[in-house]
């Protein structure tokens, strides 16, 4: 995808999430660059019930029934929601701002690096839940794992008082 934009680019992850919507805040009032691509990764709703499945060996109904009238994935429908809500948020905080959504096969991380790779953004912005004690042990962060793969700058904001 090409962008008219000059200079410096970050792609904000953006999934609706109160840390996502602080990240954007705070990167907002902070950041020098205004050129930003709002990212949201997404997973078909077919590849959600066979997680689900395999996870919890629990049988699900056919997924086919849940599709709109339209045929159009729910999961996507959700995502394209997400992302023009997290445009909107990045513009009301002075990003010139482009969608890019982008269809999760693997971890959200994975997603997140590849299309920093492929846009060639200058940073990263992601919010994070912050995890502390046994929850931190048992669960690998997104935000963790995209420091360890991304090759280039993260800018990580952890929940800000006031953040659900």
Request: hydrophobic residues 40%.
């Amino acid at each position: 995808m090409s962008s008219d934009y000059t200079g410096d680019t970050v792609l904000i992850a953006y999934d609706g999430s109160e840390q996502a919507k602080g990240a954007i805040r705070y990167a907002g009032r902070f950041l020098s660059t205004k050129n930003a691509y709002i990212l949201t990764a997404w997973e078909p709703i077919h590849r959600q019930a066979a997680r689900a499945a395999g996870v919890g060996g629990i049988a699900t109904a056919d997924v086919s029934a849940v599709d709109d009238a339209e045929g159009e994935d729910p999961a996507y429908t959700e995502a394209v929601a997400i992302c023009r809500e997290g445009v909107a948020q990045a513009r009301d905080h002075g990003f010139n701002t482009e969608p890019y959504l982008v269809e999760s096969s693997t971890a959200v991380w994975t997603a997140i690096v590849d299309a920093a790779t492929e846009l060639d953004v200058s940073m990263i912005l992601v919010g994070t839940r912050a995890l502390s004690g046994w929850r931190s042990l048992m669960q690998t962060s997104t935000a963790d794992s995209i420091v360890k793969h991304a090759g280039r700058p993260v800018f990580i904001v952890p929940p800000m008082e006031g953040d659900d």
